[in-house]
Protein backbone atom coordinates (compact mmCIF):
# COMPACT_ATOMS: atom_id res chain seq x y z
CA UNK A 1 0.00 0.00 0.00
CA UNK A 2 1.82 3.36 -0.86
CA UNK A 3 1.45 6.62 0.42
CA UNK A 4 0.40 9.53 -1.79
CA UNK A 5 3.15 12.31 -1.50
CA UNK A 6 1.60 16.04 -2.01
CA UNK A 7 4.44 17.92 -2.95
CA UNK A 8 4.35 21.70 -1.13
CA UNK A 9 4.29 24.47 -4.10
CA UNK A 10 4.40 28.10 -1.85
CA UNK A 11 3.91 29.80 -5.13
CA UNK A 12 1.30 32.63 -5.32
CA UNK A 13 -1.77 31.24 -7.39
CA UNK A 14 -4.34 34.19 -6.62
CA UNK A 15 -4.63 37.59 -3.98
CA UNK A 16 -7.91 38.48 -2.88
CA UNK A 17 -9.73 40.16 -0.08
CA UNK A 18 -12.74 40.26 2.02
CA UNK A 19 -13.57 43.35 4.13
CA UNK A 20 -11.35 42.92 6.81
CA UNK A 21 -8.59 39.91 5.44
CA UNK A 22 -5.65 39.10 3.27
CA UNK A 23 -6.31 36.04 1.01
CA UNK A 24 -3.79 34.38 -0.54
CA UNK A 25 -4.37 30.65 -2.84
CA UNK A 26 -1.14 28.99 -3.39
CA UNK A 27 -0.61 26.48 -6.32
CA UNK A 28 -0.17 23.15 -3.70
CA UNK A 29 -4.51 24.36 -3.05
CA UNK A 30 -3.41 25.54 0.84
CA UNK A 31 -5.24 28.96 1.53
CA UNK A 32 -3.87 31.45 3.73
CA UNK A 33 -6.14 34.49 5.30
CA UNK A 34 -4.31 36.74 7.69
CA UNK A 35 -6.15 39.84 9.02
CA UNK A 36 -5.64 43.34 6.69
CA UNK A 37 -4.54 45.14 9.94
CA UNK A 38 -1.38 43.32 9.71
CA UNK A 39 -0.88 45.30 6.81
CA UNK A 40 -1.35 48.75 7.53
CA UNK A 41 -0.98 49.87 3.72
CA UNK A 42 -3.19 47.39 2.15
CA UNK A 43 -5.65 48.71 4.75
CA UNK A 44 -5.41 51.89 3.90
CA UNK A 45 -5.25 51.24 0.28
CA UNK A 46 -8.37 51.64 -2.32
CA UNK A 47 -9.77 48.89 -3.35
CA UNK A 48 -8.38 48.91 -6.54
CA UNK A 49 -4.96 49.31 -5.66
CA UNK A 50 -5.12 46.27 -3.51
CA UNK A 51 -6.39 44.72 -6.96
CA UNK A 52 -3.39 46.04 -8.58
CA UNK A 53 -1.11 43.27 -7.74
CA UNK A 54 1.46 41.10 -9.51
CA UNK A 55 3.35 37.78 -8.70
CA UNK A 56 7.00 38.45 -7.91
CA UNK A 57 9.85 36.62 -6.20
CA UNK A 58 9.82 34.05 -8.92
CA UNK A 59 6.07 33.51 -7.48
CA UNK A 60 6.68 33.36 -3.82
CA UNK A 61 6.10 36.83 -3.13
CA UNK A 62 3.23 39.58 -4.24
CA UNK A 63 3.98 43.17 -5.07
CA UNK A 64 1.52 45.90 -4.91
CA UNK A 65 2.91 48.71 -7.44
CA UNK A 66 0.83 51.25 -6.29
CA UNK A 67 1.00 50.80 -2.40
CA UNK A 68 4.67 50.09 -2.55
CA UNK A 69 3.84 47.20 -0.42
CA UNK A 70 6.03 43.25 -0.74
CA UNK A 71 4.71 40.11 0.82
CA UNK A 72 6.47 36.67 0.31
CA UNK A 73 4.74 33.22 0.75
CA UNK A 74 7.10 32.08 3.33
CA UNK A 75 6.41 35.16 6.01
CA UNK A 76 2.35 34.76 5.05
CA UNK A 77 2.58 31.24 6.51
CA UNK A 78 4.98 32.14 9.42
CA UNK A 79 1.73 34.41 10.14
CA UNK A 80 4.68 37.62 10.36
CA UNK A 81 2.65 40.47 10.44
CA UNK A 82 4.29 43.86 8.66
CA UNK A 83 7.38 45.15 10.40
CA UNK A 84 5.71 48.57 12.48
CA UNK A 85 7.52 51.71 11.46
CA UNK A 86 9.29 53.76 15.07
CA UNK A 87 8.19 57.07 15.36
CA UNK A 88 11.92 58.55 14.48
CA UNK A 89 11.26 56.94 10.92
CA UNK A 90 7.91 58.38 10.18
CA UNK A 91 9.26 62.18 10.73
Known sequence: MGILALRADERVEAVSFT????????????????????????????????????????GYGIHWPEVDEDLGTEGLLRGAPAPQRSVKAQR
Do not use: F, H
Request: hydrophobic share 40%; net charge positive; proline share 8%.
Open 19 to 58: QDSLVVSLKDGRVISVPLTWYPRLLEATPAARQNWQISGA
